[in-house]
T-cell receptor, first 112, second 114 residues
Framework: GQQVMQIPQYQHVQEGEDFTTYCNSSTTLSNIQWYKQRPGGHPVFLIQLVKSGEVKKQKRLTFQFGEAKKNSSLHITATQTTDVGTYFC????????????FGKGTTLSVSS | DSGVTQTPKHLITATGQRVTLRCSPR?????VYWYQQSLDQGLQFLIQYYNGEERAKGNILERFSAQQFPDLHSELNLSSLELGDSALYFC?????????????FGPGTRLTVL
């Protein structure tokens, strides 16, 4: 079945360092969404990408959707302690009866 | 606060028992999704309902069932519970039923099976 793989599973950085998480699908996606889950919290929607090669920025966060619409990345510049949490990508397909497939997430820890 | 409510917050029960988790979606949202989150499995999609009808099904066990009522709230029933069913169960809602709709997650129900 369709899978969405996310790497790395865990990442520890020093405050101020950059961080990137990668998401890869075995099949072409119609869209990809990114969510953040703070420790002890619930997933919160960050952004959606729908176009091939799309790049979106939110302050220090940069999101990319690959040209083939099979991969995506989230890059955080100059991490802060407030960035800690688990980042999930979720891929969607247009076919009826399908739902978003979530990756297993990348858990980011930041030390000051 | 996402506007999605889930009850109870915590549930402790024994193996073989049956429990019901409840979810109320955001006002105006017609879709409800159920997810299971355990440490090693990430967010596992279980099932989606849209306006009372089942819309998509994931890796939901036969021991689990769900429904969405006319007032749009949803219940997830878990029966013949096993130790491995211990997890955080999230409900999410969205306006429509498309994969491009943003999902708003509730605070979750933590189920512990002893």
């Amino acid at each position: 079945g369709q899978q969405v793989m996310q790497i790395p599973q865990y990442q520890h950085v020093q405050e101020g360092e950059d961080f990137t998480t990668y998401c890869n699908s075995s099949t072409t996606l119609s869209n990809i969404q990114w969510y953040k889950q703070r420790p002890g919290g619930h997933p919160v929607f960050l952004i959606q990408l729908v176009k091939s090669g799309e790049v979106k920025k939110q302050k220090r966060l940069t999101f990319q959707f690959g040209e083939a619409k099979k991969n995506s990345s989230l890059h955080i510049t100059a991490t802060q302690t407030t960035d800690v949490g688990t980042y999930f990508c979720a891929g969607g397909k247009r076919e009826a009866g399908t739902a978003l497939i979530f990756g297993k997430g990348t858990t980011l820890s930041v030390s000051s | 606060d996402s506007g999605v409510t889930q009850t109870p917050k915590h549930l402790i029960t024994a193996t073989g028992q049956r429990v019901t988790l409840r979810c109320s979606p955001r006002s105006g949202d017609l879709s409800v999704y159920w997810y299971q989150q355990s440490l090693d499995q990430g967010l596992q999609f279980l099932i989606q309902y849209y306006n009372g009808e089942e819309r998509a099904k994931g890796n939901i066990l036969e021991r689990f069932s769900a429904q969405q009522f006319p007032d749009l709230h949803s219940e997830l029933n878990l029966s013949s519970l096993e130790l491995g069913d211990s997890a955080l169960y999230f409900c999410a809602s969205s306006v429509g039923s498309r994969a491009t709709d943003t999902q708003y997650f509730g605070p979750g129900t933590r189920l512990t099976v002893l």
